[in-house]
């Protein structure tokens, strides 16, 4: 890839992460159109297999971005695209929260937090809700309902829960 | 809402967090905001709920990965950012090689039918485990500034903004959001001065 593609891509996922409020997957309709329709350097089946590998795989989401930098690029890619992605937000982040935590008494950041509370628990409700939207069926919900009340209403171990879905899953009964 | 209280404890070193850190996104499968908060509330008892409500309330509205910016603030809370850094490593290192694993093997095991049935159903746990997360946080809104009633339906609305009606999610996090922290900051002015009256 010629220096400019790679300044191209860097820059532009810079910027993406600014825009990112939500977290990476709220742009990846501009990261389709920036890989696969503009620059070409990753086929539509590639991309949505970026997705779906990270999603399958442990840990934050966002290393979707890494896997969709491998592919095009190989290791450095992926390293150019973690990168770019993460440093304006993180750096953002840091600095919000100290400045939150340094001024915790206002009364405007109490408003804050507290008012965003019901709205960040609705979001993740709304995750949940999607998620499970995506594959339709009943029994189906009715593990994604069991799993929620075991994690809502008693301690068992996250793992299990997991590892019950897997099988689940396996067995032909979702 | 800064009190802290005492049964809380906090994480010896940046070492411990980079460590706690990269067990919780091992086990997040679909999303590490449910784990993340089972581990960080109750499992080391690093932070109270409402803690975790507020840093996710900062993470959520500012760019950037969710989980990661919380991974920030908690690592930023007790080691400065040396434990800014080592709380973001922890989460993203182990991570990041298995999933360029993944990939690069993906050919072979992304079309395995066993895999993708086990993919299925972990898909539906995961639904179930970030619902079930908001359930369990939503305990810490009995101390809320604005009432349960308000509270409840500012999360309805919220709710059926984004799950329903797909409204953006910046609308709704712009909108709604100001509006329910303008009221909060009403509430908040008014109780002040009943205190000083």
């Known amino acids: ?174 | 809402m800064s009190a802290e209280s005492p049964e809380l404890a906090r994480p010896a070193s940046p070492k411990e967090l980079f460590f706690a850190f990269t067990w919780l996104a091992l086990q997040g499968f679909g999303g590490v905001l449910a784990v993340a908060q089972r581990v960080l509330c109750e499992d080391r008892r690093w932070l109270s709920r409402e803690q975790f409500l507020e840093i996710l309330a900062v993470g959520q509205v500012l760019p950037g990965p969710n989980v990661c910016n919380v991974a920030l603030m908690v690592g930023d809370r007790f080691f400065g950012w040396r434990g800014a850094f080592a709380a973001l490593a922890g989460m993203m290192t182990v991570p990041l090689v298995i999933v360029l694993i993944l990939t690069a093997v993906y050919a072979h095991f992304a079309l395995h039918p066993v895999v993708a049935s086990a993919l299925k159903g972990m898909g539906a746990v995961a639904a179930g485990l970030i619902a079930g997360t908001a359930f369990r946080l939503a305990s810490a809104l009995r101390f809320s500034p604005m009432g349960l009633p308000v509270c409840a339906a500012f999360g309805a609305l919220a709710f059926a903004g984004v799950a329903l009606l797909r409204w953006p999610l910046v609308w709704v996090l712009l909108g709604l959001g100001a509006l329910s922290c303008a009221y909060t900051w009403r509430r908040l002015r008014a109780a002040a001065a009943a205190r000083a009256g």
């Open chain 1, 1 to 174: 890839m010629p220096a400019v593609d790679w300044a191209a891509l860097f820059g532009h996922f810079l910027l993406l992460s600014l825009l990112s409020i939500g977290g990476a997957i709220t742009v990846v309709p501009d990261m389709h159109r920036v890989l696969v329709s503009q620059m070409g350097l990753l086929t539509g089946a590639q991309f949505n297999a970026s997705v779906a590998i990270a999603q399958a795989s442990p840990g934050p989401n966002v290393l979707f971005v890494a896997v969709m930098g491998y592919q095009a690029a190989g290791l450095l890619g992926a390293g150019a695209t973690l990168t770019a992605i993460m440093l304006p937000s993180t750096t953002l982040a840091l600095a919000a929260a100290r400045w939150a935590h340094a001024h915790r008494d206002r009364r405007a950041v109490q408003a804050f937090k507290a008012g965003m509370a019901p709205i960040v628990l609705a979001l993740m409700l709304a995750t949940g809700w999607i998620l499970s939207a995506e594959t339709p069926g009943w029994r189906h919900l009715v593990l994604t309902v069991a799993a929620a009340l075991l994690i809502w209403r008693t301690r068992v171990h996250v793992l299990v829960l997991v590892a019950a879905g897997a099988v689940a899953g396996v067995l032909g009964w979702v």
